[in-house]
């Protein structure tokens, strides 16, 4: 009789989760465990704790919805609390079993996690998942990818890279090894502070169609492309305010309740029906953004950590001016775009593309701040919050990432004149 535990990390989904499919037909047992690590509610070196309200929220949802899709085939999800690399061997033990399944994650964190079960005597299959494109697909080992975006997507079009197709739901989840009636470490499942609902958030999680999980997701996708929003997807993208301006899928992405290859097997379905348009083709631009950012960590790991990133070594290492920072976290700049930017985030946990670049261009060009602090910041509140998309962003505007070119300045004033001229969003969000 083969027992193994699934841990679910970023992929808090049934359909196409390969991991969790290789575990289903590998062993008789399988217990499927969520974590709740404590390192992710610490204070950070910048004074405020890792992750706030409302992500909290939003993960709180995925894994309801979670606990209802294993529910329906017969399992279960048990969630349990502390580092994983000390829960998993203890609960392994109970088990009977020395087998892990999960995703890869290629961020240092979670790298460190796999070696330290490793370490353990636990023996952990993991499979990397996260892309739209597999790497193995690409025309170049993934420790050559090009330095710059552009090169890449080229390379990747001109090779005609198709993402795979997604998984089906595994046929049948096998039933959970005899447990413990106690399990140390159970989750207490504290009560997440219900999220105050905002009537001008642009994804407005506290409503059933927002809310975390596979079952929005899958009915967010469908609905989009029902509405044929793609169409116009390239000439509204830029937009600063409202649900449709551009798709909205990337908190479901970031949590895992969808697959990006989901996503793109629906965007390639619409094409084939309604045809390709620029709106479309710009919808997979994005999402391959979305994966180059993946293949970098690949590529470089721990290197874009360091506060100079992949710049010259010779670059100072940025300032922290604790109070120009504090303003800025807080919208009290006295730089109206970038202050209603902030405000909406502290208040809803999502910002547009658009604001994400001018209130990150504001705190690293203009107030001189560390770029990681502002990264920090953005993990903390982002209801997307992913860790690839993130640190590679933040490299980018600062110039420490592949493509330096003294980094991406916005100037503020002229981003509101040419995206906000009647000065609507600011109005919106003139206080938190
Ligand atoms: C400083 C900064 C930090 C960011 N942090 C995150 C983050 O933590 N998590 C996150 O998912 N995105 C992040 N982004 C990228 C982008 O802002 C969001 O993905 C996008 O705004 C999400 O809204 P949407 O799903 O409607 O995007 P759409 O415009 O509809 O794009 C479709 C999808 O493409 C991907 N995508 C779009 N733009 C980017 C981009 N610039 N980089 C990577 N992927 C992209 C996303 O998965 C998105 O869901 C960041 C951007 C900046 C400038």
Aim: charged share 20%; aromatic share 12%.
């Amino acid at each position: 009789m083969k027992t193994a535990i699934y841990w679910f990390r970023n992929d808090l989904r049934l359909l196409d989760n390969p991991a969790f499919t290789l575990a289903c037909r590998s062993v008789d047992r399988l217990l499927p465990v969520f974590i709740h690590d404590p390192a992710a509610s610490e204070q950070t070196r910048w004074g405020f704790a890792r992750t706030g309200a409302h992500r909290q929220h939003f993960l709180a949802d995925t894994l309801a919805d979670l606990r209802l899709q294993l529910a329906r085939q017969g399992s279960e999800l048990i969630e349990l609390s502390g580092a994983p690399e000390q829960v998993l061997p203890a609960l392994a033990t109970l088990c009977e079993t020395r087998s892990i399944f999960c995703e890869t994650i290629s961020a240092p964190e979670e790298q460190a996690q796999l070696v330290a079960l490793r370490a353990a005597g636990l023996h952990v299959e993991s499979v990397w998942q996260s892309s739209m494109l597999d790497p193995a697909d690409l025309p170049f080992d993934v420790q050559r990818l090009p330095d710059m975006f552009t090169a890449f997507r080229h390379a990747v079009e001109k090779a005609g890279v198709l993402a795979p197709s997604p998984l089906p739901l595994p046929r049948a989840i096998p039933p959970l090894p005899a447990l413990p009636a106690m399990l140390p470490q159970r989750y207490p499942g504290l009560r997440v502070a219900a999220a105050i609902a905002d009537q001008r958030s642009s994804f407005p999680f506290t409503t059933a169609a927002y809310a975390g999980g596979e079952s929005a997701a899958l009915a967010h996708v469908a609905s989009y492309f029902q509405r044929q929003l793609v169409h116009t997807y390239k000439a509204t993208r830029n937009g600063l305010s409202g649900t449709d301006y551009s798709s909205k899928f990337s908190p479901w992405l970031a949590s895992g309740a969808l697959s990006a290859r989901s996503a793109c097997q629906s965007l390639k379905q619409f094409e084939a029906q309604y045809g390709a348009s620029d709106g479309s083709y710009w919808l997979w631009f994005e999402l391959l953004w979305r994966d180059y950012f993946r293949f970098l960590h690949c590529r470089y790991g721990v290197k874009l950590y360091r506060a100079q990133g992949l710049a010259d070594t010779t670059l100072a290492t940025p300032g922290h001016h604790a109070r120009s920072f504090r303003q800025w976290c807080l919208g009290e700049t006295g730089e109206a775009i970038v202050d209603a930017g902030m405000h909406e985030l502290a208040a809803t946990g999502y910002l547009s593309n658009r604001l994400r670049q001018i209130v990150a261009s504001y705190l690293i060009h203009d107030l001189a701040c560390d770029w990681r602090a502002g990264a920090a910041w953005f993990e903390a509140q982002l209801i997307d919050f992913d860790v690839y998309s993130n640190q590679g962003n933040w490299l980018y505007i600062a110039g420490r990432g592949t493509d330096p070119r003294g980094g991406r300045r916005f100037n503020p004033q002229k981003q509101a004149q040419d995206y906000d001229p009647k000065g609507h969003y600011r109005t919106l969000w003139s206080k938190a």
